[in-house]
């Protein structure tokens, strides 16, 4: 069987919200961190509109040193170590100066790619002869665990530290590796989440793919559209999302408040085999890794109450609930709940997951279910499949038992995480 | 390379700064690398950047790049190596700014 897994801790900084407190007012109400980019427009993107967390000079200053900030020019970390210490706090847990590491906490803090800006920066340096100009500074923060490495040094982690990568699924791979190795008793306590940069450089690829939305420049908040008839592309975003998952035998030890526990998930590919290829899902994959998840956490499929899902506002929103369908095998008028914090925040790539889960959390534990925004004009696609009464738009406040949450990425791969609400005995 | 010392008669002739100011201006570029408040408080031309300010090695290139910033001067890799201690890079800064002034 293995440790209960819960989560003790959470921590955020989203385009619409960079506390905790700002991150659950604004997926109750909808609020959108959607904004326009002028650097994007400077640049001639399709998509100018996009998620940024707007932190100031002030907040950053609280979690890095004057000579931390001398050349940090990577917002994946600020992000993510933002974040990260926010929820090592929430959960109570205190920063020690100890002389010797916490050997039984480590992370598994995840990045699709880390300081581009500092990346670009550097690469014209070397392409001007200035090599020697580089500095002590591009390497930890453009290596891809840069993140974890910033988090393990401020926390003291003395367990595992590493960072994952696995595209879109990157935030909920993340959990469920922390989950395992607390599961096996290889850790008592895990920082999950992941990050992703903001700005032209981490987008362009995207926008040249013509996978974001050009159609809603003049309207940023309108433009993230999931499930919407008139959903035509996804906004890209930013941030970091992060939760602290322990052992429940020790969250009872120390009296932590407990947000949930992780009931179990799973982890596949659909080996871009079938219908999957580098950028589309293998439906048989993506079903396949929902009914494993159900089954790893002992649940069956009718006592889910709430679907949080990838839904990121392309065309392909139809065929991800169409999947969901076919494994739960629930008819259209008992569907559970769905949404989509991609409404509200866009697509925040590798730090999707872990935004996603943690508003996931606030769900299960405050008992609500955040509203979808931009799909008045829901698409008849979705509606042939599942009741418009499954697809929440305003707040839903009620008490939740059982949340699946499912991330999709690129390179055919899945993650689907199955959480409870915690009641404390 | 050998290291020339030099004497205050030389090293007032050719540049603006002598030891005393050179160490002045070395202490405000190294303080941001070292967290050793009465290490920092007496520095003088025995203190090692690494044993007694605690500067973490990698940052040594930051500082080189800060002082070759400051003096306006160009260290090379060999000198670089031989940046331990305020005495041995009073003496490097002192020996390049000889050689611009010359």
Request: charged share 20%; proline share 4%; hydrophobic share 40%.
């Amino acid at each position: 069987m293995g440790n209960r897994v819960v989560i003790t801790g959470l921590g955020v900084c989203a385009p619409n919200g960079t506390t905790i407190d700002e991150f659950s007012d604004a997926i109750k109400k909808g609020l959108s961190g959607i904004r326009h980019q002028p650097d994007l427009e400077a640049l001639n993107f399709s998509c100018q509109i996009a998620g940024k967390p707007v932190l100031s000079e002030e907040r950053i200053s609280q979690y890095f040193t004057p000579l931390e900030l001398r050349n940090l020019n990577s917002t994946g970390i600020i992000y993510g170590v933002i974040a990260g210490l926010d929820a090592w706090k929430d959960a109570g847990l205190t920063i020690e100066n100890n002389e010797e590491p916490d050997w039984d906490s480590g992370t598994i803090f995840g990045a699709g790619t880390s300081g581009i800006d500092k990346f670009r920066w550097a690469i014209n340096k070397i392409d001007a002869l200035e090599i020697k100009k580089l500095g002590s500074s591009v390497v930890i923060q453009t290596m891809a665990s840069g993140v974890s490495a910033f988090i393990s040094g401020k926390l003291g982690l003395g367990n595992q530290v590493s960072t994952n990568s696995s595209a879109c699924a990157t935030g909920a791979e993340s959990i469920l590796l922390a989950y395992e190795r607390i599961k096996t008793g290889q850790a008592t306590r895990m920082l999950a989440g992941s990050t992703s940069d903001s700005g032209p450089y981490i987008w362009g690829g995207f926008d040249a793919m013509k996978v974001c939305t050009f159609k809603h420049n003049h309207e940023p908040e309108k433009g993230s559209r999931p499930m919407s008839e008139t959903a035509s592309g996804f906004v890209p975003g930013s941030g970091a999302g992060a939760l602290v998952l322990e052992s429940l035998e020790s969250a009872v030890a120390r009296k932590a408040k407990i947000y949930g526990e992780v009931l179990g998930g799973h982890i596949n590919s659909g080996g871009q085999r079938g219908l999957g290829t580098m950028t589309a899902p293998n439906p048989t994959a993506v079903q396949r890794c929902i009914q494993i998840a159900l089954k790893n956490a002992g649940i069956e499929a009718q006592e889910i109450d709430v679907i949080n899902g990838h839904l990121t506002a392309t065309t392909k929103d139809a065929l991800e609930i169409e999947n969901w369908k076919a494994a739960l095998e629930l008819p259209a008028d008992d569907f559970p709940y769905i949404n989509s914090v991609k409404g509200m925040i866009g697509h925040c790539i590798a730090a999707s997951g872990s935004i996603e889960c943690v508003a996931s959390m606030l769900e299960l534990s405050e008992g609500f279910i955040f509203p979808n925004i931009n799909c008045e004009d829901l698409s008849p696609e979705v509606t042939t499949l599942i009741d418009a009464k499954c697809i929440p738009q305003t707040l839903i406040q009620q008490p939740i038992n059982i949340l699946a949450k499912a991330s999709f990425g690129f390179g055919d791969i899945n993650a689907c995480i199955i959480f409870q609400k915690y009641t404390h005995e | 390379m050998v290291l020339v010392i030099l004497t205050p008669a030389l090293f007032f002739k050719n540049t603006p700064m002598n030891k005393e100011e050179i160490i002045e201006a070395l202490k405000t570029i190294v303080e941001p690398y070292s967290e050793e408040v009465s290490a920092l408080a007496h520095i003088d031309e025995n203190t090692d950047f690494i044993n007694d300010l605690k500067i973490n090695s990698a940052n040594l290139v930051d500082i080189v790049l800060d002082i070759e910033e400051k003096f306006n001067i160009e260290i090379d890799n060999d000198s670089m190596a031989k940046m331990l201690t305020v005495k041995a890079t009073t003496e490097i800064i002192a020996q390049k700014l000889e050689a611009n002034a010359g």
